[in-house]
């Protein structure tokens, strides 16, 4: 059991807030199992990470451990691990300069699949990957075809170059996994430079919820405090919010298809498209 999470928007200030407006389907009950969480978030510049390798709480309130925040762009994960020891070295999102990364499902055959994929790995990458999990060797394989493409130290990227390099990751894993005789992968993730996000849908239900308008705002915000704002600070305000491995598919957000990539900004509608 897990739930991957993030946001983009526009209102530092409004982002917990979105949490706190579709709390409940992101929820998730521990069922038996214990979870960990990590949030990583942007605040005045910086990349800051919370991460809780084991917590014991029979429910984890995603939008309760957010509530304090005040971030515009954000990447959260709840899980039950699969693969890795419950440490903070293996606790999602992982974090290199201005990327965050987050993952649920399991790269099959990742035993047999470890040592090729470290190994294809530039120098300077392997030895950041500091935990033992499929996910964060993942991240760095990911990160690896950015420095490729010449766009690792750049600042930020276009979008077009994390979705290529998103394509590549996974185009690799799926080569060695054939080769080793694996199964198909079953996954979903999410990543950020701090101005766009990219999610990648393979399994369970990816949805997306956009928050704009009076309508929303007024769900956001309460009318009365609504009134009190003048419209045309509000009326540019955005947010679209985004998440996964759901226990049941939730009302009010859009369903993404099958192995597509969702790419998510400050002032445009989510586009999607295959991979």
């Not at 946001?7 to 998730?28: H, Y």
């Not at 939008?63 to 691990?81: F, N, Y």
């Not at 690792?152 to 390099?165: K, Q």
């Amino acid at each position: 059991m897990a739930r991957l999470f993030g946001f983009v928007g526009n209102r530092a200030d409004l982002g917990a807030r979105v949490l706190e407006l579709e709390s409940k389907p992101l929820k998730v009950v521990a069922k038996g199992t214990t979870l960990g969480w990590g949030i990583g978030f942007y605040q005045a510049g910086e990349v800051l990470l919370r991460r809780r390798p084991i917590d014991e709480r029979a429910e984890v309130d995603v939008a309760a451990l957010c509530k304090d925040l005040r971030a515009d762009v954000l990447i959260g994960h709840v899980r039950a691990a699969t693969v890795g020891n419950l440490r903070t070295e293996n606790t999602h999102p992982f974090r290199y300069r201005q990327w965050l990364f987050a993952h649920t499902g399991t790269v099959d055959g990742y035993g047999r699949l470890r040592d090729r994929v470290s190994e294809s790995l530039p120098e300077f990458l392997r030895r950041n990957v500091r935990g033992d999990t499929d996910s964060e060797l993942l991240f760095h394989l990911f990160l690896s075809f950015l420095h490729d493409a010449g766009n690792l130290g750049t600042g930020h990227v276009d979008p077009d170059a994390t979705r290529a390099a998103l394509r590549a990751t996974l185009s690799l894993i799926d080569r060695l996994r054939a080769e080793e005789g694996g199964s198909n992968h079953d996954m979903n993730m999410l990543v950020t430079d701090g101005e766009h996000m990219v999610a990648v849908h393979h399994s369970a239900t990816m949805a997306y919820r956009v928050i704009k308008g009076r309508a929303d705002l007024e769900r956001l915000l309460g009318d009365d405090t609504l009134r009190r704002i003048r419209i045309p600070d509000m009326a540019s305000c955005r947010f679209c919010l985004i998440a996964s491995d759901f226990d049941e598919e939730p009302r009010g957000w859009t369903v993404a298809p099958p192995h597509a990539m969702v790419t998510i900004t400050r002032t445009d509608d989510p586009t999607v498209e295959q991979r």
